[in-house]
Antibody, heavy 118, light 110 residues
Framework: QVQLVQSAAEVKEPGASVKVSCKASGYTFTGNYIHWVRQAPGQGLEWMGWVDGNRGGTKYAQRFQGRITMARDTSISTAYIELSRLTSDDTAVYFC???????????WGQGTLVTVSS | QSALTQPPSASGSPGQSVTISCTGT?????????VSWYQQHPGKAPKLMIY???KRPSGVPDRFSGSQSGNTASLTVSGLQAEDEADYYCSSKAGSNNWVFGGGTKVTVL
C-alpha cells in the first residue's frame, strides 16, 4: 500500500532553516510528483510547491520564492523541503502529498509540525 | 494566485444533505475540469474524497458527490452522518503548474 512517512517535529529559532523529509513506499517513486502543503494553527491548507519524482524539476509558490528548496533522492524514495529565514508565521504542520494525473492529491503524509520560536 | 472561495461553514441534521460551493475567478487560471475535494478531521491529514469534479476514489461512500457549473464546483454530502463532521477543502490545478486550495468549509452535523 502507498505510504508517505514524514520526519519528526522540529523546533527552530527565528532566522534558522528547517528541512523536512517524506519517505515514500508502495509505489514507483519516479512515477509521480510530490507536493508540499502547509497548515498554520487553526488555518486552511496552503500549497507550497512540487518536486518531480522522476526528473527532479521543481515549482514553487511565488510567495516562497527565494527561501524554499525542494529536492528528492530516488535511491531512497524520499522527497525533501527546506525553508530558510524562518519567522513565527512559518509555524505550521507541513504535509507532503502525492499527485496522480491529472492533479489530485491522492496520498498524504502524516504531517510534520514545525514550530518557530525564540 | 488567490485561493478558491468557499463558505466558512455549513451544517445539517443527520440524514439531511449539505452542499459546499467552491468558486474561482475567470482570471485565476484554475482548471475547473480538475477540481478535487478533501476531508480533514482535527489533527489528521486531508483525505481525497472527489477528483476530476465528479469521480470518487475507491472506498469513499457514494453519499459524497461532486458537480460543477461554470467557475463553481460543489460537493454534496447526502444522508449526513456524525462522522462527516469535518473540514472540507477544494483544490484545483491553476495556471503555470501551480495548485490552489479553497479556504475550507467546516461542516457541522447538528
Amino acid at each position: 500500500q502507498v505510504q508517505l512517512v514524514q520526519s519528526a517535529a522540529e523546533v527552530k529559532e527565528p532566522g534558522a532553516s528547517v528541512k523536512v523529509s517524506c519517505k515514500a513506499s508502495g509505489y514507483t517513486f519516479t512515477g509521480n510528483y510530490i507536493h508540499w502543503v502547509r497548515q498554520a494553527p487553526g488555518q486552511g491548507l496552503e500549497w507550497m510547491g512540487w518536486v518531480d519524482g522522476n526528473r527532479g524539476g521543481t515549482k514553487y509558490a511565488q510567495r516562497f520564492q527565494g527561501r524554499i528548496t525542494m529536492a528528492r533522492d530516488t535511491s531512497i524514495s524520499t522527497a525533501y523541503i527546506e525553508l530558510s529565514r524562518l519567522t513565527s508565521d512559518d509555524t505550521a504542520v507541513y504535509f507532503c502529498a502525492r499527485t496522480s494525473w491529472p492533479g489530485q492529491f491522492d496520498y498524504w503524509g502524516q504531517g510534520t509540525l514545525v514550530t518557530v520560536s525564540s | 494566485q488567490s485561493a478558491l472561495t468557499q463558505p466558512p461553514s455549513a451544517s445539517g441534521s443527520p440524514g439531511q444533505s449539505v452542499t459546499i460551493s467552491c468558486t474561482g475567478t475567470s482570471s485565476d487560471g484554475a482548471d475547473y475540469n480538475y477540481v478535487s475535494w478533501y476531508q480533514q478531521h482535527p489533527g489528521k491529514a486531508p483525505k481525497l474524497m472527489i477528483y476530476e469534479v465528479t469521480k470518487r476514489p475507491s472506498g469513499v461512500p457514494d453519499r459524497f458527490s461532486g458537480s460543477q457549473s461554470g467557475n463553481t464546483a460543489s460537493l454534496t454530502v447526502s444522508g449526513l452522518q456524525a462522522e462527516d463532521e469535518a473540514d472540507y477543502y477544494c483544490s484545483s490545478k491553476a495556471g503555470s503548474n501551480n495548485w490552489v486550495f479553497g479556504g475550507g468549509t467546516k461542516v457541522t452535523v447538528l
